[in-house]
């Protein structure tokens, strides 16, 4: 058994518990912001199924510091002995810091080196230093691809990652048994973690070069998801999906912000109709996003603020 931790999305780490529980049966509770730590003996299972990491790494020693001198008398307890052959030092760094990444990868490598153990900077073994603000966590890596997807051959700019659309999945409530619209589908990630997820009533629509690229996708997934090009004669019936699920056009300053407003509000109007149960949105424009529910009285169920890089989203979900 071994303690392993995992980098999920801030504020969104109750979904990584509830995974790590479906998976392997198994507690585990936030760390810190974007990290969650668990107790396991089969790591090689949730691997193979985890949907809301995006790195996952052996626990050897947590801290607080104030300098890279303070990281580097720290890390003199841990017992490195399961270094066989070589290693290399690979640093994650949230915050702000008078030291990059690489100067604190040179650092460890450099004190791990002078203990006896040979630097390969092509090891497959790899000491994690993970640090958010003023704490340190150091591990030893086993994956920073989770978040990856074999399927996602055409990847949209506008889109976004996979982890974060299983996570609003998993906000909306999502069941295979639903009827997915996802109006705004870009390279058809939503649907296609829907999918993922036993999905089998599920409609994209959009542009036609993202359904293009969407289409591309989807036949990489071997997924059946029925796409849309936006001025196909489409009439869904009221009521007749369960759930929209969305990343929303933003309003940036290279848009055309009338369009986008124009676009919002039509969005507003067909899907308080169309939908059943819930509308699940992302998006960075939630002020004008609530102006728009309210206009067609949505009643908001949950809104959580999230920041990925420096990009900030709400996740919001309405009632028709």
Same mark, same amino acid.
């Given at each position: 058994?071994?303690? #392993?931790i995992?980098?999920? +999305?801030? @504020?969104?780490?109750? *979904?990584?518990?509830?995974? =790590?529980?479906?998976i !392997?049966?198994a507690q585990?509770?936030k760390?810190l912001?974007?990290?969650?730590?668990?107790?396991?003996?089969?790591?090689?299972?949730?691997i193979?199924?985890?949907k809301?990491?995006?790195?996952?790494?052996?626990?050897?020693?947590?801290?607080k510091?104030?300098?890279?001198?303070?990281i580097?008398?720290?890390i003199?307890?841990?017992?490195?002995?399961?270094?066989k052959?070589?290693?290399?030092?690979?640093?994650?760094?949230?915050?702000?810091?008078?030291?990059?990444?690489v100067?604190i990868?040179?650092?460890?490598?450099?004190?791990?080196?002078?203990?006896?153990?040979?630097?390969?900077?092509?090891s497959?073994? #790899?000491?994690?230093?993970? +640090?958010? @603000?003023?704490?340190? *966590?150091?591990?030893?890596? =086993?994956?920073?691809k !989770?978040g990856?997807?074999?399927?996602?051959?055409?990847i949209?700019?506008?889109?976004?990652?996979?982890v974060l659309?299983?996570?609003?999945?998993?906000?909306?409530?999502?069941?295979?048994?639903?009827?997915i619209l996802?109006?705004?589908?870009?390279?058809?990630?939503?649907?296609?973690?829907?999918?993922?997820l036993?999905?089998?009533?599920?409609?994209?629509?959009?542009?036609?070069n993202?359904i293009?690229?969407?289409?591309?996708?989807s036949?990489?997934?071997k997924?059946k998801?029925n796409?849309?090009?936006?001025?196909?004669?489409?009439?869904?019936?009221?009521k007749?999906?369960d759930?929209i699920?969305?990343?929303?056009?933003?309003?940036?300053?290279r848009?055309n912000?009338?369009?986008?407003?124009?676009?919002l509000?039509?969005?507003?109007?067909?899907?308080?109709?169309?939908?059943?149960?819930?509308?699940?949105?992302?998006?960075?424009?939630?002020?004008?996003v609530?102006s728009?529910?309210?206009?067609?009285?949505?009643?908001?169920?949950?809104?959580?603020?999230?920041?990925?890089?420096s990009?900030?989203y709400?996740?919001?979900?309405f009632?028709?």
């Amino acid at each position: 058994m071994v303690d #392993i931790i995992v980098k999920t +999305i801030p @504020n969104l780490e109750y *979904i990584t518990v509830n995974e =790590i529980k479906e998976i !392997l049966n198994a507690q585990a509770k936030k760390i810190l912001i974007g990290r969650v730590i668990f107790t396991a003996k089969n790591i090689a299972k949730f691997i193979k199924n985890t949907k809301s990491s995006d790195v996952a790494y052996i626990f050897l020693k947590k801290f607080k510091f104030i300098s890279q001198k303070d990281i580097i008398s720290k890390i003199k307890s841990i017992d490195f002995s399961f270094i066989k052959e070589d290693f290399v030092a690979r640093c994650s760094r949230a915050g702000n810091h008078d030291f990059t990444s690489v100067d604190i990868e040179k650092k460890v490598g450099e004190f791990i080196f002078n203990n006896g153990y040979k630097v390969n900077l092509n090891s497959k073994e #790899i000491i994690y230093i993970d +640090i958010i @603000n003023n704490d340190c *966590i150091i591990g030893r890596l =086993i994956s920073n691809k !989770l978040g990856k997807r074999s399927y996602r051959i055409k990847i949209n700019s506008l889109s976004i990652t996979p982890v974060l659309a299983y996570s609003l999945l998993k906000i909306a409530k999502f069941r295979p048994t639903d009827s997915i619209l996802d109006p705004f589908c870009k390279d058809g990630v939503v649907l296609l973690e829907a999918f993922l997820l036993k999905g089998k009533e599920l409609y994209g629509i959009d542009d036609y070069n993202s359904i293009r690229n969407a289409k591309i996708n989807s036949a990489f997934a071997k997924a059946k998801i029925n796409f849309y090009v936006n001025d196909e004669n489409l009439n869904f019936k009221p009521k007749s999906i369960d759930k929209i699920i969305t990343n929303l056009p933003c309003i940036t300053k290279r848009s055309n912000e009338n369009l986008i407003k124009k676009i919002l509000d039509s969005f507003f109007k067909k899907s308080s109709l169309i939908a059943k149960y819930s509308i699940a949105l992302i998006t960075k424009n939630n002020k004008h996003v609530m102006s728009m529910a309210r206009k067609n009285k949505l009643k908001l169920i949950s809104s959580i603020k999230i920041a990925i890089g420096s990009q900030n989203y709400h996740i919001m979900v309405f009632k028709p």
